[in-house]
Protein backbone atom coordinates (compact mmCIF):
# COMPACT_ATOMS: atom_id res chain seq x y z
CA UNK A 1 0.00 0.00 0.00
CA UNK A 2 1.25 3.00 -1.15
CA UNK A 3 1.81 5.73 1.97
CA UNK A 4 -0.27 8.10 -0.68
CA UNK A 5 -3.16 7.30 -2.67
CA UNK A 6 -4.84 10.21 -4.83
CA UNK A 7 -8.39 10.06 -6.27
CA UNK A 8 -9.15 9.98 -8.87
CA UNK A 9 -6.31 8.75 -11.40
CA UNK A 10 -8.00 10.55 -14.34
CA UNK A 11 -10.42 13.14 -14.97
CA UNK A 12 -12.32 14.75 -17.24
CA UNK A 13 -14.07 17.81 -17.10
CA UNK A 14 -15.85 20.18 -19.27
CA UNK A 15 -14.66 24.23 -19.30
CA UNK A 16 -16.05 26.23 -15.96
CA UNK A 17 -16.53 22.81 -14.14
CA UNK A 18 -15.51 22.36 -10.24
CA UNK A 19 -13.36 19.89 -9.99
CA UNK A 20 -11.86 17.96 -7.15
CA UNK A 21 -8.73 15.67 -6.52
CA UNK A 22 -8.61 14.00 -3.73
CA UNK A 23 -5.56 12.90 -1.12
CA UNK A 24 -5.53 10.46 1.59
CA UNK A 25 -1.85 9.57 3.35
CA UNK A 26 -1.14 7.21 6.16
CA UNK A 27 2.28 8.54 8.09
CA UNK A 28 2.60 11.48 10.24
CA UNK A 29 3.16 14.65 8.17
CA UNK A 30 4.77 17.59 8.76
CA UNK A 31 3.24 19.25 5.41
CA UNK A 32 1.43 18.50 2.74
CA UNK A 33 2.23 20.30 -0.88
CA UNK A 34 0.19 19.79 -4.45
CA UNK A 35 2.59 20.03 -7.32
CA UNK A 36 1.39 20.54 -11.04
CA UNK A 37 3.45 19.06 -13.76
CA UNK A 38 2.60 19.72 -17.62
CA UNK A 39 3.52 17.42 -19.98
CA UNK A 40 6.97 18.74 -20.54
CA UNK A 41 7.71 17.54 -17.07
CA UNK A 42 8.30 20.66 -14.89
CA UNK A 43 6.60 20.63 -11.72
CA UNK A 44 5.76 23.01 -10.37
CA UNK A 45 4.42 23.70 -6.28
CA UNK A 46 1.25 24.89 -5.70
CA UNK A 47 0.68 25.06 -2.45
CA UNK A 48 2.51 23.80 1.09
CA UNK A 49 -0.51 23.01 4.20
CA UNK A 50 0.44 21.98 7.50
CA UNK A 51 -3.45 22.72 8.39
CA UNK A 52 -6.63 24.37 7.48
CA UNK A 53 -7.21 25.74 3.78
CA UNK A 54 -4.91 28.26 1.47
CA UNK A 55 -6.64 29.66 -1.74
CA UNK A 56 -4.69 30.91 -4.86
CA UNK A 57 -6.49 32.45 -7.55
CA UNK A 58 -9.32 29.93 -8.44
CA UNK A 59 -7.43 27.00 -6.54
CA UNK A 60 -8.11 25.83 -3.06
CA UNK A 61 -6.24 23.22 -1.10
CA UNK A 62 -7.91 22.26 1.90
CA UNK A 63 -6.44 19.57 4.74
CA UNK A 64 -7.59 17.51 7.84
CA UNK A 65 -5.10 16.38 10.09
CA UNK A 66 -7.44 14.09 11.67
CA UNK A 67 -8.53 12.50 9.03
CA UNK A 68 -4.89 12.59 7.17
CA UNK A 69 -7.22 13.92 3.67
CA UNK A 70 -6.51 16.28 1.39
CA UNK A 71 -8.42 18.21 -1.01
CA UNK A 72 -7.19 20.53 -3.85
CA UNK A 73 -10.44 22.43 -5.86
CA UNK A 74 -10.48 24.40 -8.93
CA UNK A 75 -13.11 26.16 -9.37
CA UNK A 76 -13.84 27.71 -13.23
CA UNK A 77 -11.81 25.14 -14.65
CA UNK A 78 -10.26 26.11 -18.03
CA UNK A 79 -8.09 24.09 -20.67
CA UNK A 80 -4.96 25.49 -19.50
CA UNK A 81 -5.52 24.23 -16.21
CA UNK A 82 -5.10 20.36 -17.94
CA UNK A 83 -1.85 18.72 -16.21
CA UNK A 84 -0.97 16.38 -13.53
CA UNK A 85 -1.82 16.90 -10.11
CA UNK A 86 0.57 15.45 -7.35
CA UNK A 87 -0.01 15.06 -3.64
CA UNK A 88 2.90 14.45 -1.68
CA UNK A 89 3.35 14.72 2.23
CA UNK A 90 6.59 15.59 4.04
CA UNK A 91 6.81 12.66 6.83
CA UNK A 92 8.02 13.77 10.48
CA UNK A 93 11.00 12.58 9.41
CA UNK A 94 11.22 14.66 6.87
CA UNK A 95 11.32 12.08 3.77
CA UNK A 96 8.74 12.85 0.91
CA UNK A 97 6.03 10.28 -0.23
CA UNK A 98 4.11 11.22 -3.44
CA UNK A 99 1.08 9.83 -5.31
CA UNK A 100 0.90 8.89 -8.52
CA UNK A 101 -0.75 11.62 -9.97
CA UNK A 102 -4.14 12.62 -11.28
CA UNK A 103 -4.81 13.38 -14.71
CA UNK A 104 -6.76 15.90 -15.43
CA UNK A 105 -7.74 17.36 -18.91
CA UNK A 106 -10.24 20.10 -19.27
CA UNK A 107 -12.20 20.39 -22.58
CA UNK A 108 -12.99 23.71 -24.07
CA UNK B 1 18.27 33.76 -8.35
CA UNK B 2 15.92 32.38 -11.02
CA UNK B 3 15.06 28.95 -9.27
CA UNK B 4 16.19 25.21 -9.34
CA UNK B 5 18.39 24.27 -12.54
CA UNK B 6 18.71 21.12 -14.00
CA UNK B 7 21.49 20.31 -16.36
CA UNK B 8 21.16 18.88 -19.12
CA UNK B 9 17.50 19.13 -19.75
CA UNK B 10 17.48 16.11 -22.05
CA UNK B 11 20.21 13.01 -22.61
CA UNK B 12 20.37 10.11 -24.46
CA UNK B 13 22.92 7.58 -23.86
CA UNK B 14 24.05 4.12 -25.23
CA UNK B 15 23.65 1.54 -22.66
CA UNK B 16 27.00 0.85 -20.35
CA UNK B 17 27.98 4.41 -20.45
CA UNK B 18 28.22 6.71 -17.56
CA UNK B 19 26.00 9.91 -17.25
CA UNK B 20 26.27 12.61 -14.83
CA UNK B 21 23.63 15.24 -14.23
CA UNK B 22 23.82 18.89 -12.45
CA UNK B 23 21.23 20.00 -10.23
CA UNK B 24 21.82 24.38 -9.18
CA UNK B 25 19.24 24.50 -5.94
CA UNK B 26 18.02 28.17 -4.75
CA UNK B 27 21.17 29.52 -3.15
CA UNK B 28 19.65 29.60 0.68
CA UNK B 29 18.17 26.50 0.12
CA UNK B 30 19.84 23.77 2.77
CA UNK B 31 18.19 20.56 1.80
CA UNK B 32 18.80 19.36 -2.03
CA UNK B 33 16.59 16.26 -3.04
CA UNK B 34 16.90 13.70 -5.60
CA UNK B 35 14.03 11.94 -7.40
CA UNK B 36 13.67 9.83 -10.46
CA UNK B 37 9.87 9.72 -12.07
CA UNK B 38 8.77 6.90 -14.90
CA UNK B 39 6.02 7.35 -16.92
CA UNK B 40 2.64 7.46 -14.99
CA UNK B 41 4.11 7.35 -12.01
CA UNK B 42 5.21 9.61 -9.32
CA UNK B 43 8.13 10.99 -8.42
CA UNK B 44 10.25 8.33 -6.28
CA UNK B 45 12.50 9.95 -3.57
CA UNK B 46 16.21 8.68 -4.50
CA UNK B 47 18.60 10.66 -1.83
CA UNK B 48 18.59 14.05 0.14
CA UNK B 49 21.46 16.38 1.32
CA UNK B 50 21.20 18.36 4.16
CA UNK B 51 24.02 20.73 2.85
CA UNK B 52 27.05 19.04 2.12
CA UNK B 53 26.03 15.70 4.20
CA UNK B 54 24.13 13.04 2.42
CA UNK B 55 21.39 12.15 5.24
CA UNK B 56 19.43 9.08 3.21
CA UNK B 57 19.50 6.99 0.87
CA UNK B 58 16.54 5.06 -0.87
CA UNK B 59 17.13 1.61 -1.80
CA UNK B 60 16.29 2.28 -5.43
CA UNK B 61 19.89 3.85 -5.17
CA UNK B 62 21.65 0.81 -6.56
CA UNK B 63 25.85 0.83 -6.40
CA UNK B 64 25.81 2.59 -10.06
CA UNK B 65 24.06 5.59 -8.40
CA UNK B 66 26.16 7.81 -6.72
CA UNK B 67 25.45 11.18 -5.75
CA UNK B 68 27.59 14.38 -4.38
CA UNK B 69 27.35 18.32 -3.28
CA UNK B 70 30.56 18.81 -2.54
CA UNK B 71 30.19 22.46 -1.30
CA UNK B 72 26.67 22.17 0.05
CA UNK B 73 25.66 24.05 -3.70
CA UNK B 74 24.88 22.16 -6.16
CA UNK B 75 24.77 18.50 -6.83
CA UNK B 76 25.79 15.96 -9.10
CA UNK B 77 23.82 12.33 -9.69
CA UNK B 78 25.80 10.22 -11.79
CA UNK B 79 24.55 6.92 -13.07
CA UNK B 80 27.26 4.59 -13.73
CA UNK B 81 27.06 1.73 -16.35
CA UNK B 82 23.36 3.03 -17.83
CA UNK B 83 20.96 0.33 -18.07
CA UNK B 84 17.73 0.94 -20.47
CA UNK B 85 15.89 0.69 -17.56
CA UNK B 86 17.49 3.82 -15.81
CA UNK B 87 15.29 5.84 -18.43
CA UNK B 88 13.52 7.98 -16.96
CA UNK B 89 13.12 11.93 -15.69
CA UNK B 90 15.44 12.97 -13.15
CA UNK B 91 14.57 15.67 -10.66
CA UNK B 92 16.11 17.95 -8.15
CA UNK B 93 14.22 19.76 -5.42
CA UNK B 94 15.32 22.23 -2.80
CA UNK B 95 14.10 23.61 0.01
CA UNK B 96 14.85 25.75 3.09
CA UNK B 97 13.94 24.03 6.54
CA UNK B 98 12.37 26.82 8.71
CA UNK B 99 10.42 27.61 11.80
CA UNK B 100 7.07 27.30 9.40
CA UNK B 101 7.97 23.93 7.66
CA UNK B 102 9.92 23.28 4.42
CA UNK B 103 9.46 25.83 1.48
CA UNK B 104 10.08 23.32 -1.60
CA UNK B 105 10.89 24.07 -5.37
CA UNK B 106 11.21 21.48 -8.29
CA UNK B 107 13.59 21.78 -10.96
CA UNK B 108 12.58 21.22 -14.79
CA UNK B 109 14.33 17.69 -14.44
CA UNK B 110 16.66 16.07 -16.97
CA UNK B 111 15.19 13.43 -18.81
CA UNK B 112 17.65 10.20 -19.74
CA UNK B 113 17.05 8.05 -22.63
CA UNK B 114 19.29 4.71 -22.28
CA UNK B 115 19.48 3.37 -25.72
Known amino acids: KNEVEQSPQNLTAQEGEFITINCSYSVGISALHWLQQHPGGGIVSLFMLSSGKKKHGRLIATINIQEKHSSLHITASHPRDSAVYIC??????????FGTGTSLTVIP | DTGVSQNPRHKITKRGQNVTFRCDPI?????LYWYRQTLGQGPEFLTYFQNEAQLEKSRLLSDRFSAERPKGSFSTLEIQRTEQGDSAMYLC?????????????FGSGTRLTVV
Open chain 1, 88 to 97: AVASSGNQFY
Open chain 2, 93 to 105: ASSLLGRQGVGYT
Open chain 2, 27 to 31: SEHNR
